[in-house]
């Protein structure tokens, strides 16, 4: 399996510029995950899906904010426009979600805002 | 609400010695999971080991053992014949059986001196 994979691994972007992270979860499992981390705030849940439905959103920071699920293999985070505080490493991770399974991480998209 | 607490932000090991990682967590349900995660410089969360709550026996994978002490609210890492490739942040983590969102602590960065 090849895991859950994230693109693209670095994004560098001017203020107010669009941005789109992408997702592709591990094939078979339902939910998925997207976590931002910071040195100053950690690792923060953002919001998750189960089933391609949003569950949770309550980690979004704000309205620049927002993410998708169209299908079962594939999410977007978009931020616009970005600012200089989005700046950190965005995780998407994903599970099935049945009991004890644990979620597998994607290796992250390392964001940076000028 | 759910609270994972890491109160070491740092720690550091000789290599072959035996070092132990705290976690405490704060939680009402009597049903639930916790987890480690690895980050090495790579920035990849790996799963390191899991304990269900039901579960009185502590977990072990390999050199990784947990002392789990459910009354205390308390889930320690101990990482045995420390290695070189063990340097990295150490996340712990809480889920509730019911539901797919991890609760995470602020982590702790472990060092391996040869």
């Known amino acids: 399996d090849a895991g859950v994979i994230q693109s693209p691994r670095h994004e560098v972007t001017e203020m107010g510029q669009e941005v789109t992270l992408r997702c592709k979860p591990i094939?078979?499992?339902?939910?998925l995950f997207w976590y931002r981390q910071t040195m100053m705030r950690g690792l923060e849940l953002l919001i998750y899906?189960?089933?391609?439905?949003?569950?949770?959103d309550s980690g979004m920071p704000e309205d620049r904010f927002s993410a998708k699920m169209p299908n079962a293999s594939f999410s977007t985070l978009k931020i616009q426009p970005s600012e200089p505080r989005d700046s950190a490493v965005y995780f998407c991770?994903?599970?099935?979600?049945?009991?004890?399974?644990?979620?597998?991480f994607g290796p992250g998209t390392r964001l940076t805002v000028l | 609400a759910q609270t994972v607490t890491q109160s070491q932000p740092e720690m550091s090991v000789q290599e072959a010695e035996t070092v132990t990682l705290s976690c405490t967590y704060d939680?009402?349900?009597?049903?639930?999971?916790l987890f480690w995660y690895k980050q090495p410089p790579s920035r990849q969360m790996i799963l390191v080991i899991r304990?269900?709550?039901?579960?009185?026996q502590n977990a072990t994978e390999n050199r990784f053992s947990v002392n789990f002490q459910k009354a205390a609210k308390s889930f320690s890492l101990k990482i045995s014949d420390s290695q070189l490739g063990d340097a990295a942040m150490y996340f712990c983590?809480?889920?509730?059986?019911?539901?797919?969102?991890?609760?995470f602590g602020t982590g702790t960065r472990l060092q391996v001196f040869p």
């Open positions: 094939s078979g499992h339902n939910s």
């Open positions: 991770a994903s599970r099935e979600s049945r009991g004890y399974n644990e979620q597998f």
């Open positions: 983590a809480y889920r509730y059986y019911n539901t797919d969102k991890l609760i």
């Open positions: 304990q269900e709550a039901y579960k009185q």
């Open positions: 939680t009402s349900e009597s049903d639930y999971y």
């Open positions: 899906f189960n089933n391609n439905v949003p569950i949770d």
